[in-house]
């Protein structure tokens, strides 16, 4: 992999489908675009956005750190949890919320990234348990573009 072929820092970031965790009331396909960061260190690309909770307009810090068949994502906030993503694994993170706290597994069958000379796309395929309990089977792309590229799209 080249490193790091987005070398403009400033991006804009379209994410469609990362859910954290379902509502009772079932989920809804969720689609994000946002201004972000991006850069590369040491074999890992990063992409960090930032977003407010819903509930309580606080600001929450994502970062997606990923690299061939890995994903990671963090949130730091009201919520906050770490999901890793890697191929043909299961993985087990607690999602911590003012609400109290979830054990949510991800079991990824699908993790992958292309470089392009303005963008980079991400995808993963993986399945849901909250407290050891089926959720969801679920797919989460991610498209970061150069925001010298797109400069009307967020005005």
Same mark, same amino acid.
């Not at 994903?71 to 730091?76: A, D, F, G, M, Q």
């Not at 191929?87 to 069958?109: A, C, R, V």
């Given at each position: 992999?080249?490193?790091?072929?987005? #070398?403009?820092?400033?991006?804009?970031?379209?994410?469609?489908?990362?859910?954290?965790?379902?509502?009772?009331?079932?989920?809804?396909?969720?689609?994000?675009?946002? +201004?972000? @960061?991006?850069?590369?260190?040491?074999?890992?690309?990063?992409? #960090?956005?930032?977003?407010?909770?819903?509930?309580?307009?606080?600001?929450?810090?994502?970062?997606?750190?990923?690299?061939?068949?890995?994903?990671?994502?963090?949130?730091?906030?009201?919520?906050?949890?770490?999901?890793?993503? @890697? !191929?043909?694994?299961?993985?087990?993170?607690?999602?911590?919320?003012?609400?109290?706290? #979830?054990?949510?597994?991800?079991?990824?069958?699908?993790?992958?990234?292309? @470089?392009? +000379?303005?963008?980079? @796309?991400?995808?993963?395929?993986?399945? #849901?348990?909250?407290?050891?309990?089926?959720?969801?089977?679920?797919?989460?792309?991610?498209?970061? !573009?150069?925001?010298?590229?797109?400069?009307?799209?967020?005005?």
């Amino acid at each position: 992999r080249n490193r790091g072929v987005l #070398m403009d820092k400033d991006v804009i970031i379209y994410i469609n489908g990362l859910q954290y965790a379902q509502t009772e009331e079932g989920s809804e396909p969720i689609e994000v675009i946002t +201004p972000g @960061e991006y850069y590369f260190k040491n074999g890992n690309h990063y992409l #960090m956005y930032d977003d407010a909770d819903d509930e309580e307009l606080t600001g929450s810090r994502n970062i997606i750190k990923f690299r061939d068949a890995y994903l990671e994502v963090t949130k730091r906030g009201a919520r906050t949890t770490k999901l890793v993503f @890697e !191929k043909d694994k299961k993985t087990l993170s607690q999602y911590q919320t003012p609400f109290g706290t #979830m054990n949510i597994g991800i079991t990824t069958t699908q993790v992958s990234f292309k @470089e392009n +000379p303005d963008s980079i @796309e991400l995808t993963a395929k993986y399945s #849901m348990d909250i407290n050891s309990g089926f959720i969801a089977d679920c797919s989460v792309s991610v498209l970061a !573009k150069s925001k010298k590229d797109n400069i009307n799209i967020l005005s």
